[in-house]
């Protein structure tokens, strides 16, 4: 299994203004993951974080709104930016543990809720 | 594209009565299959898995899933319902491959048991 932290867990913000998030695992891991859950929605892939190397963004997703650090293999962050009441959200980040085959179990933290006035 | 879809978005049963939770997948080859359970302000835990090693899958707390190719179908069931099950349920895909850990999530059942 794997033991994930994030900070803040949550928060309430100003329309435009930007929110660090922070994710730690408790052992080092190659990939990382970012998700967003809407308010009475299902979970939706963000971006994929490795270690050295610029994160990987999904469709609707992109750098300049959700800029991401993989600074080392247990500590990742996302950052809010500019930030507007439809990025009200759960996010929540996880890991995959396995072998690298697609029944990998995936691990998730306790997710940030973030509203935004 | 690989996709699933919940069939109910709720679900509300009665202590001790059998729980159904529907589940269809689209995927063009063996998929790999999870049940998530997300709980009240709390994290998502991980129920159980298909890993092709059996058709029924047994998970924690009691809940099963049996995997139909032929229905396409990974229903989630447990025989006797507990107040401490109400949550929402998420059905999962892993495509692997290019997108390995990139999981797709059904919409959600939320399932509420009465006393």
């Known amino acids: 299994s794997a033991v994930i932290s994030q900070k803040p867990s949550r928060d309430i913000c100003q329309r435009g203004t930007s929110l660090t998030i922070q994710c730690q695992v408790d052992?080092?891991?190659?990939?990382m993951f970012w998700y967003r859950q809407q308010p009475g929605q299902s979970l939706t892939l963000i971006a994929t974080?490795?270690?050295?190397?610029?994160?990987?963004?999904e469709s609707g997703f992109v750098i300049d709104k959700f800029p991401i650090s993989r600074p080392n293999l247990t500590f990742s962050t996302l950052t809010v930016s500019n930030m507007s009441p439809e990025d009200s959200s759960i996010y929540l980040c996880?890991?995959?543990?396995?072998?690298?085959?697609?029944?990998?179990?995936?691990?998730f933290g306790p997710g940030t809720r973030l509203t935004v006035l | 594209a690989q996709s699933v879809t919940q069939l109910d978005s709720h679900v509300s049963v009665s202590e001790g009565t059998p729980v159904l939770l529907r589940c269809n997948y689209s995927?063009?080859?063996?998929?790999?299959l999870f049940w998530y359970v997300q709980h009240p302000n709390k994290g998502l835990q991980l129920l159980l898995k298909y890993t092709s090693a059996a058709t029924l899958v047994k998970g924690i707390n009691g809940f099963e899933a049996e995997f139909k190719k032929s229905e396409t179908s990974f229903h989630l069931t447990k025989p006797s319902a507990h107040m401490s099950d109400a949550a929402e349920y998420f059905c999962v895909h892993n495509a692997g491959g290019t997108s390995y850990g990139k999981l797709t999530f059904g919409q959600g059942t939320i399932l509420t048991v009465h006393p």
């Open positions: 052992s080092q891991v190659t990939m």
């Open positions: 974080a490795n270690q050295g190397s610029e994160a990987t963004y």
């Open positions: 995927s063009s080859y063996s998929p790999s």
């Open positions: 996880s890991v995959v543990r396995g072998g690298g085959v697609s029944t990998d179990t995936q691990y």
